[in-house]
């Protein structure tokens, strides 16, 4: 038996490590320890419950206004003592958050291998997305298995001289949460009361789309549903105060653009699924869209998943008030070009990457 400790912090994380978590558990040859950061409190939290997956440990970190400074220093501190305490044979982290970072340099220090889920991914711009791209280029140079989730990924990670050998492409574990949440029996308020509307779904949340990238985009969204009369926006507007400031102040009037508190995991999937469309500032969605069929306008001037705008799923717009209109009214406008969006391949895998994952590391452990 092979104990394997898993550690993830926001919820992002934990909607794609949670399928890997039960995966593991589901085979007799692992022993699965399960680590959470709280980087991100009342939102992971609820992932955890749709999952059903306890954790062994909980370091609670969370504090208001809490810095990177403040999540490295505690979380490398916290990983320290779980460490030291369960000694894993193998240490997964996942993707490219502070507590990935913090907590793959605690088993780094530790001498206890690390594996990274969703490892490769690329902008090699340091300043977007900040932090993250430091994070995913850190924790990949002393990863010892590395879970691509497609060609490109391990591409990079080929060329950053990484051994072969130690790069496995898998898929995204992400495509594998919808399973378990997409559900057709799925009702909500506000999803009755788009009934008889194109629904919009907008995520934005960027630390470097703060300040004027979000309200150019804003107003960008604001023209083009006072254009079209059966188009409906939904936001889940972020906790960052200067989030909402900004979507209250561009958006936060208009009579068919509603700003509601942050969804849960489940009804977040499936607001995705029952959207016309989706214009988000997010990594994740890029990945989960394509495999729903949704075409994606990316507010961000750089993407690190090259692969759906490859593909034809995504289209990155960049933060420009004109590009983000224009964009934006195209989809509304062009079936052609809608169609085509929204039957491309997906190119995040099959739904089995924790599979893969599991397989691959009952076969080299």
Request: with cysteine; aromatic share 8%.
């Amino acid at each position: 038996m092979k104990k394997i400790l898993l550690v993830f912090g926001t919820r992002p994380e934990a909607v794609k490590m949670c399928p890997l978590v039960l995966e593991l558990k589901r085979r007799a040859f692992f022993k699965t320890v399960v680590c959470v950061t709280g980087q991100h409190r009342e939102m992971l939290d609820s992932v955890l419950d749709a999952f059903q997956v306890t954790p062994d440990y909980d370091l609670s970190i969370m504090d208001s206004g809490q810095t990177l400074f403040d999540i490295n220093c505690k979380v490398l501190a916290g990983m320290r003592d779980v460490l030291t305490a369960e000694r894993p044979d193998l240490l997964l982290v996942h993707g490219d958050t502070t507590t990935t970072f913090a907590s793959a340099i605690a088993g780094f220090y530790l001498g206890i291998p690390v594996g990274h889920v969703e490892a490769g991914l690329r902008t090699y711009n340091m300043a977007s997305p900040f932090p993250e791209e430091f994070n995913r280029q850190a924790v990949d140079l002393i990863t010892d298995f590395n879970f691509a989730p497609t060609t490109t990924s391990r591409e990079n990670l080929l060329r950053e001289g990484k051994r072969p050998e130690t790069i496995f492409v898998t898929g995204n574990t992400g495509i594998d949460a919808l399973k378990t949440t997409v559900r057709d029996d799925f009702t909500h308020p506000e999803l009755d009361s788009s009934a008889d509307s194109r629904l919009v779904m907008l995520t934005a949340h960027r630390r470097e789309n703060l300040g004027e990238p979000m309200h150019r985009f804003f107003r960008a969204i604001r023209r083009v549903v006072d254009e079209f009369e059966d188009l409906k926006v939904v936001y889940p507007v972020h906790m960052n105060p200067l989030v909402e400031h900004a979507a209250r102040s561009e958006i936060g009037r208009h009579p068919r653009i509603r700003l509601i508190p942050p969804l849960d995991v489940v009804p977040f999937h499936n607001f995705l699924a029952r959207s016309y469309l989706i214009l988000t500032d997010s990594g994740g969605i890029q990945e989960e869209a394509p495999s729903l069929g949704k075409p994606v306008l990316v507010l961000r001037d750089t993407t690190e998943r090259p692969e759906g705008v490859a593909a034809g799923t995504l289209k990155l717009v960049g933060t420009g008030e004109e590009a983000v209109f224009e964009g934006f009214k195209q989809l509304i406008t062009d079936k052609a070009v809608y169609d085509a969006m929204s039957k491309a391949s997906n190119p995040y895998g099959d739904g089995f990457a924790s599979k893969h994952i599991a397989d691959i590391l009952e076969e080299r452990l």
